[in-house]
């Protein structure tokens, strides 16, 4: 794929969603935030193997850590259309910032043993079911011109790799020089910058919503309307094998860090930065673009990509032919996933979206505690290249049998898109797809 050609007018286009107030307040609250995230993810993730030098271990606790968002998704959507979202986020992110204060106090003071890493992680898991989709449906209202959604979420997802590219390389070194404590102590503070960015928020009232059904028949028409139509079901359908396959991937880098590549904290954390770094190049491709017009064929391109890279992976010796397929592996699954979110916004409408962005964060999210547990189940019996070599197939076939599906879907939303201004009536389904 071209990228786009870099000059002052088109940066000014590609950051345009940083115009609206809302939208630049709570991207650089969460962008501070989202650093001491991967700080911890990476410092858990070795925390873990230092401990028990266990790659079923592994996959045990990134299983427990996001299996709620699994099992509380359908719940969290409803609430998310129930309440108010800004409300919501701050409770959550209060939460979070106790759970990593609490880490860090463990690990410090040299009391932490492996089942308070689980029962932390599963903590962690039930907030993060809740957050996760409010956050996303909620980014609908940072914007005042819808045209500029498109531009938001890929811009969000930037940010968040960005942090993937800058925590993991930080983590690396701290790892090193002082160990996994300082790391979660540093994501509990980040915390702050997101929390005082919410409070800066300006929404305008709400005006009296109409009476509301009951969670559950809230809950079984999110899920009919979310599975019942064909394109909303293949886009999450796909992004889920993506999720699986991918954490099973990522959740095997200190194994592959140690034990393949013979390397230590700092190679575990040029993998994750090279991954930060590719998802970054996705984002910001996808955010350069002038709306949601083209994306399909981006969703089972970014899928072949991820498997692609996955098989390269699998069979490579070398740290930095592994770093660029690391980087290879995190343009794809980015590219897909911004893809993704941005059509499902597009073509959902506002008293849905947190039902559909619940099951959309189930997909990403609620998927990867299989995927960890499958990574580290199957690198246990057969190996880690083995694993590797299994579920990067797996992703090539997914994305072949959505790119056979894709020109039903381009015809489903297409009704969809000439309602809402986003398609002319009379432009070709053939150049204009979803």
């Not at 935030?33 to 990134?62: D, H, I, K, P």
């Not at 449906?137 to 005042?144: E, G, R, T, W, Y």
């Not at 394109?231 to 359908?237: T, Y």
Request: charged share 10%; hydrophobic share 55%; with cysteine.
């Amino acid at each position: 794929m071209q990228m786009p050609r870099i000059s002052p007018a088109s940066v000014k286009h590609t950051l345009r969603a940083l115009r609206h107030r809302n939208y630049r307040l709570f991207y650089f609250g969460q962008g501070i935030s989202l650093v001491g995230t991967w700080l911890q993810q990476v410092a858990l993730a070795w925390l873990t193997y230092r401990l028990t030098n266990s790659a079923m271990m592994l996959g045990v606790v990134g299983f427990l850590g996001q299996i709620p968002v699994m099992l509380l998704g359908p719940v969290a959507g409803v609430v998310a259309d129930h309440v108010n979202r800004r409300r919501l986020i701050m409770t959550t992110q209060a939460l979070a910032m106790i759970q990593a204060l609490i880490l860090a106090w463990l690990t410090m003071s040299g009391l932490v043993e492996v089942w308070m890493i689980i029962a932390l992680s599963l903590g962690l898991g039930c907030v993060y079911a809740f957050d996760i989709p409010t956050r996303q449906a909620f980014m609908f209202q940072l914007v005042d011109n819808r045209a500029d959604l498109g531009n938001a979420i890929a811009l969000n997802s930037s940010l968040v790799n960005l942090a993937r590219m800058v925590g993991p390389a930080i983590a690396g070194v701290m790892i090193g020089l002082a160990g996994e404590g300082p790391c979660f102590l540093l994501n509990g503070v980040s915390y702050i910058a997101v929390l005082a960015s919410l409070a800066m928020i300006q929404l305008p009232p709400v005006g009296e919503r109409p009476p509301r059904p009951s969670m559950f028949r809230s809950m079984v028409e999110g899920f009919g309307h979310t599975f019942g139509f064909m394109p909303i079901r293949s886009l999450i359908l796909l992004l889920s094998v993506s999720s699986v396959t991918g954490m099973a991937f990522t959740v095997l880098m200190p194994v592959f860090a140690k034990d393949v590549l013979h390397g230590d904290s700092q190679t575990l954390g040029l993998l994750m930065a090279a991954s930060g770094l590719g998802a970054l190049m996705g984002a910001l491709h996808l955010a350069a673009r002038p709306n949601v017009l083209g994306l399909g064929k981006f969703i089972p391109a970014g899928a072949a990509l991820l498997g692609a890279s996955i098989l390269g992976f699998a069979v490579s010796g070398n740290v930095w032919l592994s770093a660029a397929l690391r980087l290879t592996a995190s343009v794809g699954i980015v590219i897909q996933m911004a893809s993704t979110s941005t059509i499902l916004h597009t073509i959902t409408d506002d008293e849905r979206r947190g039902r559909v962005m619940a099951f959309y964060t189930m997909g990403f999210i609620g998927m990867a505690p299989v995927g960890s547990l499958l990574g580290g189940t199957l690198a246990t019996h057969v190996g880690p290249r083995i694993t590797l070599l299994i579920v990067g197939t797996c992703t090539l076939i997914g994305a072949a049998l959505f790119a056979v599906a894709l020109p039903r879907i381009r015809q489903a939303v297409r009704p969809i898109y000439i309602e809402r201004g986003v398609l002319e009536p009379d432009s070709d389904t053939a150049e204009h797809d979803a």
